[in-house]
C-alpha cells in the first residue's frame, strides 16, 4: 500500500513590499479624502511605529513607484505636492467591493437570479415552442427544421410557425438604485467616522454594480442642508461639512431621479447616522438640531409616504442608537413598508450587499 509522502512545507509568495503598502494607502487615501500628502504623511508615522518598510526598500521607493505606476501624479497648481490618478480611484473601489465581498455569507451562486424565464442572455435547458415577440437568435434551427420533417415530411420541405422551436433563457431584471449618503456634521460627531464606511460601501456598490450588472443604474446623491447628486468619481473626495440634515430634499432628489428611469424595479438606500434637522422653506432654512421637529419630521414622513405610492422601498442603514431616534425610523419605515437597520460601521457593506440582491428579486414586477 502507498501511503503519504511528506515534504518539507514551503508557503505561497505573498505580496511584494509595494502592495502590502499600497493597501494601506489606499485605506488612507479613502480616510483622507483624496489628500495625497495628507496619506503619505500618516504612512510615514505608521512606519516610523510599525516599521512597515526596510533597508531595502523605503517610503521613498514606494512614492516613486507609485508615481511610475500612474497611481499618482504631480499636482500642476503645487508642484510640491501630488494628485490621485483615475488609476488610484479605480484601485479604492475595487479594494472596497474585495474588501466587502470577502465578508459576505457563502449562500446560491448567481447573478440577480429570479424563478421566472423570459429575455436574458444565457440559454437553459428548456426548449419551448415560438411565440409571438420571440427574437430570431432565440431560435433553435436544428429543432425547427426537425419539426418541419416530422410534420410535412421529407419530400418537399416546408417550414411553418408551429414548426418553430427557441431556446428558453433565464429572465434577468434591471434596477434602478439612488444611494444617499448623509454628510451633515455628525457624520464625524462623538469621535466615530461614519462618512469613511459610507465612502467605502458607495465605491464598492458602484463597483459592483458598473462590471457586474452594467445594465443596472446607480445615482449617488448626498444631503446635508440641500441635496445634490455626485459622480462616482467624486466618491474619494468627499467630505462631512458643516451641515444639518435635510432628509426631505435628499428623498425629494432621488424620486425624480427614479422617476426618469425607465424600469419597473426601483430602489433607495439611504444611510445617515441622526435624525432629520433641517427644511428649506423658500430660499430659508428652518433648522432644529434639538430633539424631533415635528414640522421637519411630518414632511420627511410625508415624502416617505409618496415613496410607497411610487412603488419605491427605501431601505435606512442608520448607525444611532437612541431610543427615540430608532422609533423614528421605525414610523418612517413603516409608512413607506421598506426596510431598515441599525448597524454598525463595520457591518453596514454586508446589510448593503445582501439588500441589494434580495430586493432585485423581490422587486420583480
Not at 87 to 93: D, G, M, V
Not at 148 to 157: A, M, P, R, T, V
Request: hydrophobic share 35%; charged share 30%.
Amino acid at each position: 500500500m502507498i501511503g503519504y509522502k511528506f515534504t518539507e512545507y514551503i508557503p505561497q509568495a505573498g505580496k511584494n513590499k509595494f502592495e502590502q503598502l499600497l493597501d494601506v494607502f489606499l485605506q488612507l487615501l479613502n480616510i483622507f479624502s483624496g489628500d495625497v500628502s495628507e496619506a503619505l504623511t500618516y504612512l510615514n508615522e505608521l512606519d516610523r511605529r510599525y516599521n512597515l518598510t526596510d533597508d531595502q526598500y523605503g517610503v521613498g521607493d514606494f512614492i516613486q513607484e507609485l508615481k511610475d505606476r500612474g497611481y499618482i501624479k504631480d499636482d500642476e497648481n503645487n508642484p510640491q505636492q501630488f494628485k490621485m490618478t483615475s488609476k488610484s480611484e479605480q484601485s479604492i473601489r475595487k479594494k472596497s467591493l474585495e474588501e466587502i465581498f470577502n465578508k459576505l455569507k457563502k449562500g446560491n451562486t448567481g447573478n440577480h437570479k429570479t424563478p421566472y424565464s423570459g429575455l436574458g442572455d444565457e440559454n437553459i435547458s428548456e426548449k419551448r415552442s415560438f411565440q409571438f415577440g420571440d427574437t430570431l437568435d432565440q431560435i433553435d434551427m436544428t429543432s425547427s427544421i426537425k419539426n418541419s420533417q416530422i410534420n410535412h415530411g421529407l419530400d418537399n420541405f416546408f417550414l411553418t410557425e408551429d414548426d418553430l422551436e427557441v431556446d428558453e433563457r433565464e429572465y434577468k431584471t434591471n434596477t434602478a438604485t439612488v444611494l444617499m449618503i448623509d454628510i451633515s456634521h455628525s457624520m464625524i460627531l462623538y469621535g466615530e467616522d461614519r462618512i469613511t464606511p459610507a465612502k467605502k460601501v458607495a465605491m464598492a456598490l458602484s463597483e459592483l454594480i458598473t462590471t457586474q450588472y452594467p445594465k443596472d443604474t446607480l445615482d449617488i446623491i448626498v444631503f446635508g442642508n440641500d441635496a445634490w447628486p455626485i459622480e462616482i468619481k467624486d466618491l474619494p473626495y468627499l467630505q462631512v461639512g458643516p451641515y444639518h440634515t435635510n432628509t426631505f430634499a435628499g428623498l425629494e432628489l432621488a424620486v425624480d431621479i427614479l422617476r426618469r428611469r425607465k424600469t419597473n424595479n426601483k430602489q433607495i438606500f439611504m444611510i445617515t447616522d441622526g435624525k432629520p434637522t433641517c427644511l428649506k422653506i423658500g430660499i430659508k432654512y428652518y433648522k432644529n438640531s434639538f430633539g424631533l421637529d415635528r414640522k421637519i419630521i411630518n414632511k420627511t414622513l410625508d415624502q416617505a409616504a409618496r415613496c410607497r405610492k411610487l412603488g419605491i422601498p427605501i431601505t435606512t442603514f442608520m448607525f444611532a442608537r437612541d431610543p427615540y431616534l430608532q422609533q423614528f425610523v421605525r414610523d418612517f419605515t413603516k409608512i413607506n413598508q421598506g426596510r431598515a437597520y441599525y448597524s454598525s460601521l463595520n457591518g453596514l457593506g454586508e446589510y448593503l450587499f445582501e439588500d441589494f440582491v434580495r430586493n432585485r428579486r423581490k422587486n420583480l414586477r
